[in-house]
């Protein structure tokens, strides 16, 4: 089992930054990659990007790309989402997820460990 706990949302107007973080624990030797997702009221979670454990590689969704950056601390088990030039269209419940598998990973079904998510609101 893997523990997800994610921090760092809140309030921000346009064109600010935030960063969440997601620290893990339990059987973190198993994970291979940390995705986040958000969800908006009344649409579905959607992808927003991922990091490999091993290689730092990184993929992330049109909508954020050049905006968002997500960075890992392999010591801490930890990942961050580093959000730059937000928008209000930015607003979400953000979610860090823990894949084991290491495939599907612009997908929900490629995870198997989820945070409890965190409130990110960007005002106009």
């Known amino acids: 089992q893997v523990q997800l706990v994610e921090s760092g949302g809140g309030l921000v107007q346009a064109g600010g930054s935030l960063r969440l973080s997601c620290a893990a624990s339990?059987?973190?030797?198993?994970?291979?990659?940390m995705g986040w997702f958000r969800q908006a009221p009344g649409k579905e979670r959607e992808f927003v990007g991922f990091?490999?454990?091993?290689?730092?590689?990184?993929h992330y969704a049109d909508s954020v790309l050049g905006r968002f950056t997500t960075s890992r601390d392999n010591a801490k088990n930890t990942v961050y989402l580093q959000m730059n030039s937000l928008k209000p269209e930015d607003t979400a419940v953000y979610f860090c997820?823990?894949?084991?598998?290491?495939?599907?990973?612009?997908?929900?079904?490629?995870?198997?460990?989820w945070g409890q998510g965190t409130q990110v609101t960007v005002s106009s």
């Open positions: 339990g059987d973190t030797f198993s994970m291979t990659a």
């Open positions: 997820a823990a894949a084991i598998r290491g495939y599907g990973l612009l997908t929900r079904n490629g995870y198997s460990y």
């Open positions: 990091i490999r454990w091993s290689g730092g590689s990184t």
